[in-house]
């Protein structure tokens, strides 16, 4: 006859329930953890949320005129901002201000005031220059400083000079402004390329270099 | 009638246990039930609210100012439907009561926080219960400033670009945090339906759920009693019947309390919608949160951009530490006062602030730090009228983040040493004239 050796009922029990608790917590949160990530979207790159794009004409952002392209006349030392405007692939004009980090600072300097980091290339006679206007600290669009000495930001006095290719001159912004490569375009102002340094809120190369792309590609 | 309920309901055992709770009467015991009343009008006007809020930020043809069929008038439909609530009839006034709630319950529940701080109450066994009170103001905190959200008008919007900014800052995760908690990157068009959602189901949720819990924690251990218990009736519990003494008196709050508001909401407009405008490339002129974040933001503006790493592949920025890790900090202290502070046995009465001088000290030096960074949320303010120079406004500004705590401090301790020294001789006084005779 074989005797049975009986182990202890109550700790199998025990280890089972605990087992099977542990089992259904790890499928349930694990399930949860899912349904989770659909609060989360898919960033899909439309074209009004692109970045500004080689070809794109500036526009006005001004609510009185905006939409209209700026003229190299309506620029002078005091801020005029603008949109870029692309097409779409029907040839339809958008306005890419679904990414309200692509708004621009627009001036014009008098020929020689332009210094510091400005890349003159990427200007219009050297006197025409586009920047982000969009505060690198935590990106508060940028107006002109009141007393008229640059550009000063109202969240946290961030202060920049548009002269000097948009540095830093005061304030928390740990970056400079980056500048947006122009050229003329009859009266118009026309992009030339990709911003030069990642704009806001861009905090390294590399992710600038994927929106880059995926501009590009989309 | 109470017997028919009695017999179902066995209401006397509730009667028994919760209905005659005793409650201390001293004016300081009153604040939480300020908190709570704010609450509960909150709840009621943000029902009326929602019932004509539209939670979307689809754009709309502005029906007030529609424009031209061929350039329209667009606005977001939330601020439309905001403007709509202002037309309605009270339809202001209860957007008006319902925020100027909102501050009045943080503020109550910050001035409520002082008195269990100051009179030694989150001591043993009662620190569950400040722990739960904590987790309160920040959650009040958080639910003001989704609901701050809702409007969408230019306000709103430069605020929440602000907090996506702070989300997006965390190290490793932030971008994905940012894009997870604002329904996609800002404005993606989820973002007022799902702030909406926050503020109107998960929040006030977590808010009623830490509401009950404190409320039963603090029937079960009763409330710390203040210090004419001990003399009437030693280690009794002293005070109202919650039914019928207590009830009376706390409607009589309520009402003044809700009177008070409402007067407040008629003369004082807060968050004028049409002022702000609908979200637009043009920023606020000294735009500010509100007082209770002030600091945080205060802090923002003095921390040095400087003061930024990388650290195995994270980047650890100045917005980083200024709006996340330091104020953590703060709040990791004031969670760890109880842990700070022991009490061996149970706390039966209230102490006398002057008879623990550090710990008076400590907290009034504590409010006096938080105040000073309120004050440097002004610094753009301070700069541009000369009161500060541009150049050191930091440094001076984190010179005084020691120096004015550090004076409150000694100044706190120099007052109570003398109050001390006042009482001793009155006492002294009072037993010479017991032992000798009044001079007269
Ligand atoms: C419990 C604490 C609560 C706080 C601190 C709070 C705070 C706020 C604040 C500050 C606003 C902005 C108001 C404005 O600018 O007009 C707001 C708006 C709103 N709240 Fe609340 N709220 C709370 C609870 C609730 C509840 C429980 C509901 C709904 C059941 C609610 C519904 C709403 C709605 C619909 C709006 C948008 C109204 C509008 O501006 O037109 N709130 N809330
Ligand atoms: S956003 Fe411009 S200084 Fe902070």
């Known amino acids: 006859m074989t005797r049975y050796k ?191 340094t990642p704009p806001y809120p861009y905090t390294d190369e590399a992710t600038w270099e994927a929106t880059k792309e995926a501009a590009k590609g989309a | 009638m109470n017997q028919w309920l009695d017999e179902r309901l066995h209401i006397s055992r509730l009667n028994d246990k ?75 006034m209860f957007r008006r009561i319902h925020h100027w709630c909102a501050n009045i319950m943080v503020a109550a529940a910050v001035l409520h926080m002082m ?39 230019n306000y709103a919007y430069n605020t929440l670009k602000e907090i996506y900014a702070i989300t997006a800052s965390v190290p490793w995760v932030g971008p994905w945090l940012a894009e997870f908690a604002f329904a996609g990157r800002f404005p993606g068009e989820g973002i007022i339906p799902r702030f909406y959602g926050y503020h109107i189901m998960l929040l006030p949720g977590i808010l009623l759920a830490l509401t009950a819990a404190h409320m039963l924690i603090m029937i079960k251990q009763k409330h710390t009693q203040p210090q004419y218990a001990k003399r009437i009736a030693y280690k009794k519990i002293v005070g109202v019947p919650l039914i019928t003494q207590q009830t009376p008196i706390m409607i009589m709050l309520a009402l003044l309390f809700a009177a008070i508001v409402i007067l407040f909401s008629a003369y004082v407009p807060v968050h004028p919608v049409e002022h702000y405008g609908p979200p637009s490339s043009q920023p606020i002129e000294g735009i500010k949160p509100d007082w209770y974040l002030l600091w945080v933001f205060g802090l923002l503006a003095i921390i040095p951009n400087t003061l930024s790493f990388d650290l195995l592949g994270g980047h650890f920025s100045a917005e980083f530490i200024g709006a996340l890790v330091l104020p ?25 602030p002057t008879n623990h001088p550090h710990r008076l000290a400590a907290g009034i030096a504590f409010l006096a730090l938080l105040i000073v960074w309120s004050v440097a949320g002004y610094k753009g303010e301070l700069v541009a009228n000369g009161y500060l120079p541009s150049a050191s406004a930091n440094a001076i500004l984190w010179g005084l983040s020691f120096l004015i705590p550090a004076i409150a401090y000694g100044l706190t301790l120099a007052y109570v040493s003398a109050i001390r020294r006042l009482r001793t001789a009155d006492e002294r006084e009072q037993e010479r004239a017991m032992v000798y005779g009044h001079d007269d």
């Open chain 1, 6 to 196: 009986v182990k202890d009922p109550e700790l199998t029990r025990r280890r089972f329930i605990n087992v099977a608790t542990g089992a259904t917590a790890t499928v349930g949160v694990m399930s949860l953890l899912g349904t989770l990530g659909g609060a989360h979207p898919m960033f899909r790159m439309t074209e009004d949320k692109k970045p500004p794009m080689e070809g794109d004409i500036l526009v006005h952002a001004d609510p009185a005129k905006e939409g209209t392209p700026i003229t190299v006349a309506d620029l002078g030392t005091t801020l005029v901002q603008a949109w870029p405007m692309g097409t779409d692939a029907e040839g339809n004009k958008i306005i890419r201000k679904g990414e309200p980090n692509n708004l621009l600072a627009v001036y014009k300097f008098a020929a020689g005031e332009l210094s510091g980091e400005a890349n003159v290339e990427a200007t219009i006679d050297g006197q025409v220059v586009a920047y982000s206007d969009i505060c690198t600290h935590a990106g508060c669009p940028v107006p002109d400083a009141k007393d008229g000495n640059g550009m000063f930001c109202p969240c946290h006095s961030g202060q920049y000079a548009p002269k000097q290719g948009g540095i830093v001159v005061g304030g928390p912004p740990p970056h400079k402004l980056a500048q947006l490569p122009i050229v003329a375009e009859g009266d118009n102002v026309k992009v030339a390329g990709f911003f030069l």
């Open chain 2, 18 to 92: 919760f209905l005659r709770k005793a409650f201390p009467v001293h004016h300081t015991f009153f604040i939480g039930e300020i908190t709570l009343f704010s609450l509960i009008i909150l709840i009621l006007t943000g029902i009326i609210l929602a019932l004509s809020f539209e939670p979307s930020n689809a754009m709309v043809v502005n029906s007030f100012d529609p424009g031209t069929p061929a350039d329209p008038n667009l606005v977001p439909a939330a601020y439309h439907s905001a403007l709509k609530i202002n037309a309605l009839p009270f339809g202001d």
């Open chain 2, 115 to 153: 008195r269990i701080y100051f009179t030694g109450a989150y001591k043993k066994p009662r620190e569950l219960n400040w722990w739960i009170g904590m987790l309160l103001l920040i959650f009040s905190a958080l639910t003001a400033v989704t609901g701050y959200a809702l409007p969408y008008d």
């Open chain 2, 328 to 352: 953590m900090l703060v709040i990791g202290l004031m969670f760890a006062v109880p842990m700070l502070d022991r009490a061996k046995d149970n706390m039966y009465y209230a102490e006398n």
